[in-house]
């Protein structure tokens, strides 16, 4: 069967990595990085301020039609920045076709959405306000005109933004959002494995995280969000049965049929359903279609458990963000 070039530079990855990474029981470690503490934006520098805006903006009903969804109807931070469903209900209920993805961690990816139609946390969180499907507000003039009614509003903005004479715009509303967003990241016990903690994993978890890498799941799931980083066919090595053609409906290239923004596993244990529809319930269901799917493999339960133990590892503390 003719390979693909994506196919082929991801298997040759797959085993140069695997091949550098497991010469004994830590080195593996190497092909992680630990969660950075921050994520600037050069075009959003982010205040005090601005961060306390966004926050209040990502809770606000008024950002829908009928005023009853906020970003956190969809991307709750209280359950690991998803709603935990296949796919999301809408204004009118009416819901789209593909799975909300974690809010946590976001920042530090490539792009955003499941096809990367938004180059960053800022301008994804517009997307949704304008969608028909999602939040339903009819324009950007009528969300500002909502958000310029209040005065207490009006006055965040301005000291969110010093010094612009109108403060109160619709890409200011996403820059706000943003700059919150950029603080939502969850360093786990992984990450102080990976800063010299050899206690911090158990035994199996370390099992699963060196099986992890033999698998060739590195290839797309690696450095400091272990994925969010590429964008990979779904279906790599077997063809998989979906009609959403991912990152070609935003390209139009043929080469980006069936491509998806490849998620980070950053919180996976807490963030099923799973996959671009949310068609997936459990995370050892992910674990073993993926290797089956991208890697050609078959996994016996039991690595599959390990490998879902070393996941459990990537779970961070949010209590920090629900005060």
Known sequence: MKRSTTYVLAILTSSLITTAAVADDTSWKAVFAPLPDSAPSAENPSNPAKVALGRSLYFDTRLSKDQKLSCNSCHKLDTFGVDNEPTSP????????????????????VA????????????????????PIEMAMASE??????????????????????????????????????????TLLTPSRFDDFLKGNNDALSAQEKKGGELFVKTGCVACH??????????QKLGL??????????????????????????????????????????????LDQAVSLMAEYQLGKQLSNEEVADIVAFLGS????TSKFLK
Do not use: C
Request: proline share 4%.
């Open 141 to 182: 003039a009528a969300v500002l005109e909502r958000l310029k009614k209040d005065k207490k509003t009006a006055e965040a903005f301005k000291a969110a933004f010093p010094g612009e004479k109108q403060p109160v715009t619709y890409i200011n509303a996403g820059k706000a959002i943003g700059a919150f967003e950029r």
């Open 222 to 231: 690696n450095g400091a969000t272990i994925g969010g980083q590429m964008y």
């Open 112 to 131: 955003q959405f499941w096809d990367g139609r938004a180059t960053n946390v800022e301008s994804q969180a517009l997307g949704p306000i304008l969608n």
């Open 90 to 109: 809408g204004n009118a209920g009416e819901r789209g076709g593909r799975n909300s993805p974690t809010v946590y961690n976001a920042a530090l990816h």
């Open 237 to 282: 090595v077997k063809e998989y049965d979906t009609k959403d053609m991912g990152r070609f409906e935003v390209t139009k290239q043929e080469a980006d049929k069936k491509l998806f923004k490849v998620p980070s596993l950053r919180n996976v244990a807490k963030t099923g359903p799973y996959f671009h529809d949310g068609s997936v319930k459990t």
């Open 314 to 317: 990537l779970t961070g503390d």
